[in-house]
């Protein structure tokens, strides 16, 4: 992540974000939801308080335009199909419930969204409650062993770990949705040693490699990140 500042947007750049964006949005209503919503309206608002909000009565899509202006894509496209959810659990389950009852969260379940108000992804374990949970499971798969004293000691360095580190169960503790980083600049044209670099990653890494599409603000272009 660069630590310089980005300049402003321009009004050509915001308008080419905000057709991006509605470009975007009829995309994830045909992935994710198979055509079953019509189009919402596109708005940019100054207001604060939110990321973005579906306004069911005016059928709309409101984004804070201060977040859409410095925002990762990434983090745009999830506040997006959070907002698509809401339109789906109102229009086409029409389901009146809390903003985020139990319909909504089904919903996000299946289809890999964040449900959470924020609409963004958080973090999940820190690196060092990873390999804890990690270790764990290991010594878990050899408390299964043939070799009866080497089943036990397993056992009983597991139980010890999740004594000591106050895990009820490791599956539920590693069962934390998902998260994401991306990695990188956008880029036009993925390079051979990028296509490496994610090999390695996937390889020595507990993590799943996707090159995603993006936009680049500033130069009103579109691209991939890793």
Known sequence: MSSRAEKPLSAAQE???VRELFATLKH????HFKGALKPAQLLLRDAEGFLGRYL???RSIELSRAFVHSAPWGSIVEVLKHELAHQFVLEV???QEAPHGPAFRAVCERLGIDARASGLPEPGPNEESKRVLLRVHKLLALAESDNRHEAEAAAAAAQRLMLRHNLESPERSLDTGYAYRHLGRITGRVS???RRLGNLL???FFVEVIWVPAYRKQEQKR???L
Do not use: K, M, P, V
């Open 202 to 204: 996937s390889e020595h």
């Open 15 to 17: 308008a080419a974000l």
């Open 223 to 225: 691209g991939n990140i």
């Open 93 to 95: 389950l029409r389901e």
């Open 28 to 31: 994830l209503g045909q992935t």
């Open 56 to 58: 069911h009565e005016t």
């Open 192 to 194: 051979e040693w990028e």
